[in-house]
């Protein structure tokens, strides 16, 4: 059997991974003015097929110019919030050639319940490629929150239900296009919405203020919360409870959890199921 091979499809330029520092609002310990690393990844979708038969370097796109424009233009500077920081970039990124640009921005050390930190991926189109000066249009506007640490009885097995054990949780929140990324203080707005998942009990206790709880961190907590005072007996139970919560109680339009069991087997690294929900799912019950 034959394969068939696309023609004139875009090629893909990256950079994987590019340190830097930034003040991007409060740190994990609310401490205002503090320099904070970011990591910073991007793929540019591009045609390559002229500098690939000339073996020109003048006919490439140049990806250590690219590093050089965002290293100089975020790092060492000052932002209200990593939104504020991404809200940033399409003045960057005006004169750059290509179609298409997926960028994530992650904060490692951004939150002190999530391990990998908090990251936003954002998509960019570009209205006329032809034309390098021409307005790119935001496609897409995610938010992550990375490897929620958290300790709770789960399993059916009756060893499992004997003693607490780590769990990890991953969420992705997907945003519309016009969100407001210039919003001040838009990181501790949604380190409330974290620590609210973090909060609740698995009988929902009430909000006393969305508008104070409404903030990413505070839905990690709610999360973790949620795990920590509740016994269930799978994952797919406790990933639906946390997407529940996140969008019966926040405005947040789509969801995808993902919760893993690092010590479930012996041989295998992790265990777990990945669910995406969106406001429609739970609007029954």
């Known amino acids: 059997m034959s394969l068939i091979c696309p023609t004139r499809e875009l090629d893909t330029i990256y950079l994987r991974n590019l340190h830097l520092s930034s003040i991007i609002g409060p740190d994990a310990w609310h401490r205002p003015s503090k320099l904070q690393p970011i990591i910073v990844s991007l793929q540019l979708q591009i045609h390559t097929e002229a500098a690939g038969a000339a073996d020109d370097i003048h006919q490439t796109t140049s990806y250590g110019k690219i590093c050089k424009d965002i290293t100089t233009d975020l790092n060492g500077k000052v932002f209200d919030s990593l939104e504020h920081l991404a809200s940033d970039l399409p003045k960057l990124i005006g004169p750059w050639a290509g179609e298409t640009l997926s960028l994530q921005i992650s904060a490692p050390k951004g939150m002190l319940r999530a391990g990998g930190g908090v990251a936003v991926e954002v998509s960019w189109r570009k209205t006329d490629p032809t034309d390098y000066y021409r307005e790119w249009n935001m496609q897409s506007y995610e938010w992550m929150v990375k490897d929620i640490?958290?300790?709770?009885?789960?399993?059916?097995?009756?060893?499992?239900?004997?003693?607490?054990?780590?769990?990890?949780?991953?969420?992705?929140?997907?945003?519309?296009?016009?969100?407001?990324?210039?919003a001040k203080g838009g990181t501790e707005h949604w380190q409330s919405l974290v620590k609210r998942v973090c909060e609740v009990s698995i009988s929902f206790f009430s909000i006393t203020s969305l508008a104070q709880e409404l903030c990413l961190g505070n839905l990690a907590q709610t999360s973790s919360k949620v795990t920590e005072t509740s016994s269930f007996e799978t994952l797919e139970a406790l990933a639906s409870m946390i997407a529940r919560t996140s969008l019966n109680e926040f405005p947040v339009q789509c969801i995808t959890i993902s919760v893993e069991k690092p010590s479930a087997m012996a041989f295998v690294d992790g265990a777990g199921v990945e669910i995406t929900r969106n406001r429609t799912s739970f609007a029954s019950g």
């Open 149 to 182: 640490q958290i300790a709770c009885i789960i399993g059916v097995n009756a060893h499992e239900r004997l003693e607490k054990q780590t769990v990890k949780v991953n969420m992705r929140i997907s945003e519309s296009n016009n969100m407001n990324l210039h």
